[in-house]
């Protein structure tokens, strides 16, 4: 028998879910979980109710709200904004009818969609997830083929529990040798993105490996597969070891027992096959990557914090100088100053890509026992309200709140300014969230992108600094 | 979906190109739970004054082209963000068949998703089906998805191209799910694999 030809990660996981192949060479791929939240989803139950069909596997979606509520105490009376609020009432009228799984606002496991899958254990290798999402990718840290979609084809996995898709490409991030002093997840995903570009994984599904990767904890890995989007990948993915097996065992809703050991047998296939091919490979230098801020309006406008603010008339090319120009003026920005030396209104710890217990024990060993500078309002909103918990039994939100810290409920939050977390024109954020475009936190806000440690410092400097000037040796044992 | 076999209406004349989905829905008009009801806000920046009042200058706002349902338009129509909401918007107005020279490509795809039948002609012939368009109420297109023709007023049939397998789904009123769901056997049989295989896929 010839030999099976070397398949990636992502080449497994897409056979395996092929149900059938269309003339054309679009496959019809089976969909294993599907999260759903308020804003993406009413037009799509909405098809499904006019057609008269039923959602077919109940069983394998999971609802949950995020992204228009509020993170204070107010989401206990009611929501006050009306828009939000239908959109959350119309989520719960649809689950109920179709009898979705569902978590409500005041449950405590109610949080960011792409939190709560792989903490509730309900993420795992080897799967394909979808969301009517673009952050689906962070999924992908479980070892699973994980990506947004839109809402018509929301609506199509609901009434069918297949997409139709056309493979996507492979592509090998090897991130080598091991992370410097004060580094983190975020640098590394940050440092990709500024080196391949915001299209650079354009039709590509990413899968990120070598050893700074092996050796990120999940919560790390999540951080870098989360902002695959934000590389123009379609996905991105990090084979399951025993840190992603050590993590499911710890879930509430993973397998257990006799079907934790059948599932674990299948995981453990999954990994690329030595000399399987990938179509592209970027390879980068972990020791080399610094903490990273980013000082444009796109996530590629990106340098380590030792640098300055480039001079748009070094470009040589017309448009890119040009944009340079949008951008240095959209956020206040001179060519020359150094990345130190900005000071920020608003430190904003959370979002999917950085609001997991790990960050916020990042965040809290930075500023135990100092105090948030003057002016500054530093808010950390933990990504739902098990992490919420956690780090409550730990005592991180004493240590956060007697720095000066706003300690909120779980939700997306600042992140996107849809809720009534948002930036005011002209405020200065360090945002831990994913995007940085114009108004993204609030109209006229200007977002600088970082770690959960560089956000923490930054808060308490009340400008940017560079983490490993200021970070106590000790907070790292 | 509602199949789309043959239409004659009433053809309003949109003589522009760059017709983006910005100027079709604008983003402010994104935030409804439903389908339904984006026709009210088909082409807000064009239709209504500044005070909400309508501008009586814009073709759809004049009879009888308030009751149209082909719209004629210039080069790449339906260009920009990927919003659904612009076929939703067209579809809600009434308009079930846009004919142009080209057509953005994520645009193009969402009409079919809606029952929407986007045509395809050179620019010269836009610009006659144009002129019969300006015509007014006694000017009818029809649009014959079956025969693939366009008939004009006076007679005269132009023929046009469509994709084989959307013009299949458009005449039997299938959309994407109603095609999937042809391949119900086949989803049936991978669950039944793979939930003896992989049971804790499944509750
Ligand atoms: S936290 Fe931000 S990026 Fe993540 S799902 Fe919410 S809005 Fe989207």
């Given at each position: 028998m010839p030999e099976r030809k070397p398949r990636t990660l992502f080449d497994k996981i897409w056979d395996a879910h092929v149900v059938e192949t269309l003339p054309d060479g679009t496959a019809l791929l089976y969909i294993d979980l599907h999260l759903t939240h308020e804003v993406t989803t009413p037009q799509a139950f909405d098809g499904l109710r006019a057609a008269g069909r039923r959602v077919r596997r109940p069983d394998a979606t999971l609802a949950v709200v995020d992204h228009n509520i509020a993170t204070d105490e107010s989401r206990r009376t009611g929501i006050t904004d009306p828009e939000s609020r239908l959109q959350v009432e119309t989520l719960e009228r649809n689950v109920r009818e179709f009898g979705v799984p569902y978590i409500p606002l005041l449950d405590e496991r109610q949080g960011i969609v792409h939190v709560i899958g792989p903490e509730l254990g309900r993420s795992l290798p080897g799967m394909t997830i979808v969301c009517g999402d673009?952050?689906?990718?962070?999924?992908?840290?479980?070892?699973?083929?994980?990506?947004?979609?839109?809402?018509?084809e929301v609506e199509h996995v609901l009434a069918t529990q297949t997409l139709l898709q056309k493979p996507a490409r492979n592509m090998r991030v090897l991130v080598e040798g091991n992370l410097a002093f004060g580094c983190t997840a975020k640098d590394i995903i940050l440092a990709i993105i500024g080196r391949i570009g915001t299209a650079g994984g354009t039709g590509h599904?990413?899968?990120?490996?070598?050893?700074?990767?092996r050796a990120l904890d999940m919560a790390g890995r999540m951080t870098v597969c989360n902002m695959s989007i934000e590389a123009g990948a379609r996905a991105g993915m990090i084979a399951p070891d025993e840190t992603t097996f050590e993590y499911i065992r710890r879930t509430p809703l993973g397998p257990k027992g006799e079907a934790f050991e059948r599932a674990l047998a299948w995981w453990r296939t999954l990994p690329s096959d030595p000399g399987a091919r990938f179509d592209r490979e970027v390879r980068l230098a972990a020791h080399e990557i610094a903490p990273q801020v980013t000082w444009g309006t796109?996530?590629?406008?990106?340098?380590?914090?030792?640098?300055?603010?480039?001079?748009?008339?070094?470009?040589?090319?017309?448009?890119?100088?040009?944009?340079?120009?949008?951008?240095?003026?959209?956020?206040?920005?001179?060519?020359?100053?150094?990345?130190?030396?900005?000071?920020?209104?608003?430190?904003?710890?959370?979002?999917?890509t950085n609001s997991r217990i790990e960050d916020i024990r990042a965040a809290a060993a930075i500023v135990k026992g100092r105090k948030v500078a003057e002016g500054v309002r530093a808010m950390v909103v933990p990504g739902s309200g098990l992490v919420k918990k956690q780090a409550e039994a730990e005592g991180l939100d004493r240590i956060l709140r007697e720095a000066g810290f706003e300690w909120r409920e779980a939700g997306c939050s600042m992140c996107l300014g849809m809720n009534p977390d948002k930036l005011r024109p002209g405020q200065r954020s360090a945002s831990t969230s994913n995007r940085n475009f114009e108004g993204r936190q609030g109209p006229g806000g200007r977002t600088h992108l970082v770690s959960p440690a560089m956000a923490a410092a930054a808060a308490i400097a009340g400008h940017f600094v560079d983490v490993r000037d200021y970070q106590p040796r000790e907070a790292l044992a | 979906m509602k199949p789309f076999t043959t239409?004659?209406?009433?053809?309003?004349?949109?003589?522009?190109?760059?017709?983006?989905?910005?100027q079709i829905i604008p983003a402010r008009f994104l935030k409804a739970i439903t389908r339904a009801g984006f026709g009210r806000h088909l082409f807000a920046n064009f239709r209504y004054r500044e005070d909400g009042s309508e501008n009586p200058d814009f073709v759809l706002n004049q009879e009888p082209y308030r009751r149209a349902e082909i719209l004629i338009a210039f080069e790449n129509f339906g260009c920009g963000s990927s919003r659904e909401h612009a076929p939703w918007a067209l579809?809600?107005?009434?308009?079930?068949?846009?004919?142009?020279?080209?057509?953005?490509?994520?645009?193009?795809n969402n009409c079919f998703k809606n029952g929407i039948l986007p045509v395809k002609l050179p620019r010269e012939v836009c610009e006659r089906l144009m002129e019969d368009a300006r015509m007014g109420g006694n000017a009818r297109l029809t649009v014959d998805l079956e025969r693939q023709v366009v008939v004009r007023p006076n007679g005269e049939e132009i023929p046009f191209e469509v994709d084989p397998l959307r013009r299949h789904l458009l005449l039997n009123g299938l959309d994407d799910i109603g095609q999937t769901l042809q391949h119900a056997a086949a989803i049936d049989a991978f669950e039944a694999k793979q939930r003896a295989a992989q049971p804790w896929l499944y509750a």
């Open positions: 673009s952050h689906t990718s962070t999924h992908g840290a479980m070892g699973a083929l994980a990506f947004g979609i839109g809402t018509s599904v990413i899968e990120y490996a070598g050893d700074a990767i796109n996530p590629e406008a990106v340098l380590p914090i030792t640098g300055t603010v480039p001079d748009p008339e070094e470009e040589p090319d017309e448009a890119k100088r040009a944009q340079m120009r949008r951008m240095l003026e959209y956020m206040g920005l001179t060519p020359g100053q150094r990345l130190t030396d900005l000071k920020v209104d608003v430190v904003f710890i959370g979002s999917c | 239409l004659t209406g009433i053809a309003a004349p949109l003589p522009r190109a760059n017709v983006d989905t910005d579809l809600d107005f009434g308009i079930r068949c846009v004919i142009a020279p080209s057509f953005a490509d994520i645009f193009h």
